[in-house]
Nanobody, 120 residues
Framework: QVQVVESGGGLVQTGGSLRLSCAAS????????MGWYRQDPGKQRELVAR?????IYGNSVKDRFTISGDHDKSMVYLQMISLKPVHTAVYYC????????????????WGQGTQVTVTS
């Protein structure tokens, strides 16, 4: 089995910073990419940042967030600075293109999400 677990969310004031972590575990041979997404209640999940062969950021980031991680993608981070209430959301991590040891197949896996709340 593959598990993806996010951590690092919490309650911060406007202007504060958080670093979210995402860990993929299991008998993993390789991972193609890892992505961070955000979702507000009643709204569609949207891309925040993604790291793989290349790194991309969603339009909503506005140069405040930085994604990084280990070379094998088993652990990735999202450094969030200058936070505002608009950044309040549940942040989800997706592990993309997971290949398990001894398998020729790839699959994707979502974490349970971590809540980020920014107060004024």
């Amino acid at each position: 089995q593959v598990q993806v677990v996010e951590s690092g969310g919490g309650l911060v004031q406007t202007g504060g910073s958080l670093r979210l972590s995402c860990a993929a575990s299991g008998s993993i041979h390789s991972i193609n990419a890892m992505g961070w997404y955000r979702q507000d209640p009643g709204k569609q999940r949207e891309l925040v940042a993604r790291i793989g062969d290349s790194t991309i950021y969603g339009n909503s980031v506005k140069d405040r967030f930085t994604i990084s991680g280990d070379h094998d993608k088993s652990m990735v981070y999202l450094q969030m600075i200058s936070l505002k209430p608009v950044h309040t959301a549940v942040y989800y991590c997706e592990s993309i293109g997971i290949r398990l040891q001894g398998s020729n197949y790839r699959s994707d896996c979502w974490g349970q999400g971590t809540q980020v709340t920014v107060t004024s």
